[in-house]
C-alpha cells in the first residue's frame, strides 16, 4: 500500500541522514586540518630544485647542482634523494666532510653506497670496501648501473675488479668472490668498463685483461673499445692470464676510456657435472688497466 511505501521511504532517508553528515564532517575536517595549497606548492617547488641539481650534475656542474639540491632541501628537509644528490654534488667538488655530513646515514641504500663512495675518496679503503661489498649485497636493484651513472670514482690507469672499490667503474658483473686465486667478478653476458683516465691515452696504448674462463674449455669475448669495431678474444681455462687489446690510434690523447664486453654464457647447474650454480656466467675478470 502507499502509505506504507512512504514509510519505508522515511526510514531509508533517515538511516542515510548519519552516513551523509559523517562524510561531510570528515571532507570538512580533511580540507580544513592541512594547508593544501601550502604542501601543493613546497612540492612543486622541491621537484624544481631537485630537477635542476639532477640536470646540472649529469653535466659535471656541480655548483649549480649544489644550490638546486640545497632547494629541493629548503622546501622539503627530509627529502633523502636531495640529501643523497647534496652529497655527491658536495662530493664531485672535493668537499669530503661536508658531503659526509649531508647524509642521513640509514636513511637509504643509495645513501650507504654514497657514504662508501665518500670514504674511498678520502683514502678510507676498507669503509670503502665494506660499504660496498655490504649494500651491493642487499640493495635490490642494479647498483652497479646507478653507481656507474652517478658516482665520480677518482681517476686511475688500473682497477682491479672484485676489489671493493670498483664500484662506479663497472657494470654488469656479479658480486666480487674470493678463491684460491684471488679476488675477481664473474662477467655475467655483457658488461662495461668506463675508466676516467689520470693520463691521456698515449700513441700505442694497449688494454690490458687479466682473466681466465672459469670453465673446462675457452671462452669467446668480444671486447670493443670505444665506438670501434670489436675484438675477439678466445679467453683459457686455468689460471689467469694477461690479454692486451691494442687502443685504437684515434683515441690518443683521451682521457676517458670505454671498454665493451660480450660473452656467450651458461648455468652451471645445467651444464656441468656437481654443480648446483644457477648463476648465469661466462668468464671471470679481476683487473683491467691501460699501458
Known sequence: PPNRLEWFSSIERLWLLPQILVVVAFLWLLLSYRDYGSIISSGMARERGYVVGESAYQQNDYRTAEQGFRNALLAQPGFVDAQVGLALALGGQGRIAEAQAVLVRGSSRRAELVYGALARDAGESETAQEQFSRIEAIAGEDVQSWAQEWLRPPHTQRVRIGSGEDLGYIRGFLEAEQSEMGR????????????????????????????????????????????????????????????????????????????????????????????????????????????
Open 184 to 291: 675477481f667478478r664473474w662477467l655475467s653476458s655483457a658488461g662495461l668498463i668506463v675508466l676516467p683516465l689520470h693520463e691521456p691515452i698515449q700513441p700505442g696504448a694497449v688494454i690490458v685483461l687479466r682473466m681466465a674462463s672459469g670453465l673446462p674449455r675457452p671462452t669467446t669475448l668480444k671486447v670493443w673499445v670505444g665506438d670501434n669495431s670489436a675484438q675477439t678474444i678466445q679467453v683459457q681455462s686455468g689460471p689467469w692470464r694477461s690479454y692486451r687489446i691494442g687502443i685504437p690510434s684515434k683515441l690518443a690523447g683521451s682521457t676517458q676510456l670505454t671498454i665493451k664486453l660480450s660473452a656467450p654464457t651458461i648455468v652451471p647447474a645445467f651444464d656441468l657435472p656437481n654443480s648446483n650454480d644457477a648463476r648465469v656466467l661466462s668468464l671471470m675478470v679481476s683487473e683491467v688497466r691501460v699501458q
